[in-house]
């Protein structure tokens, strides 16, 4: 019963990851047909009430595939997600503290929160362009934004980027300046008030 148990979870994994893979291929345009399968909150949320009614006790199964495809998802090294600071930790465990510089962490992290936003946002006007003509009304707008936030990506991350490097730098021209009117000061404070000579005894 184990041996079974377990080859369904290695057939689980494997569809899961199959699956991810579909969806990322379709959102990125690399595919143009939906993913079979592919469900959002909504399509979750509606599949779950037809197990429920039909066959309550498939809910069981019903949870564990989407426990695993979370468990999945969440491994990713995708800024944001566990196994993107699994893959930083390791990086630095491997090259040393500080492969990745704050700055750069931060720009991915705001990078991935938009395409996060995007998929989303796809997969939800997916949803409701299946619920009829309503859903597909309230489908066109978040269509719209979605896409509008895919359109401005690039532009937002160069102008992070740009913005850290130029923070940086001004970061390091004040500490500059501040180490060297320290310098002057005590150059001034041993100038006006000189330490006083120790003659023989």
């Known amino acids: 019963a184990a041996r079974i148990a377990a080859a369904e ?3 689980g994994l494997r569809a899961v990851v199959s699956g991810l893979g579909d969806v990322a291929a379709s959102l990125t345009g690399a595919k143009a047909e939906k993913p079979a399968g592919l469900q959002g909150p909504l399509g ?3 599949m779950g009430a037809e197990i429920a009614s039909s066959d309550a006790s ?4 019903f949870a564990s595939i989407l426990s695993l495809n979370l468990a999945v998802f969440n491994t990713l090294p995708l800024p944001g997600l566990d196994g993107f600071m699994l893959l930083v ?3 630095e465990a491997t090259l040393g503290k500080g492969t990745l510089a704050d700055e750069v962490k931060g720009v991915l992290n705001v990078a991935a ?3 996060f936003v995007y998929a ?3 997969v939800l006007c997916s949803d409701l362009e299946a619920m009829g003509p309503t859903g597909r009304a309230l489908a066109t707008p978040i269509a719209a ?3 509008a936030v895919a359109a401005g990506l690039p532009g937002l991350l160069l102008g992070l980027t740009i913005g850290q490097l130029v923070l940086k730098q001004v970061e390091q021209s004040a500490g500059g300046s501040q180490q060297a009117q320290k310098g002057r000061q005590q150059e001034g404070n041993a100038f006006l008030f000189p330490e006083p ?3 023989p005894r």
């Open 145 to 147: 934004a979605g896409k």
């Open 113 to 115: 929160f938009c395409a």
């Open 44 to 46: 979750i949320a509606r």
């Open 120 to 122: 989303f946002s796809t």
């Open 9 to 11: 979870v290695v057939d």
């Open 58 to 61: 498939r809910l069981l199964d």
């Open 197 to 199: 000579r120790k003659g």
């Open 89 to 91: 930790l390791a990086l």
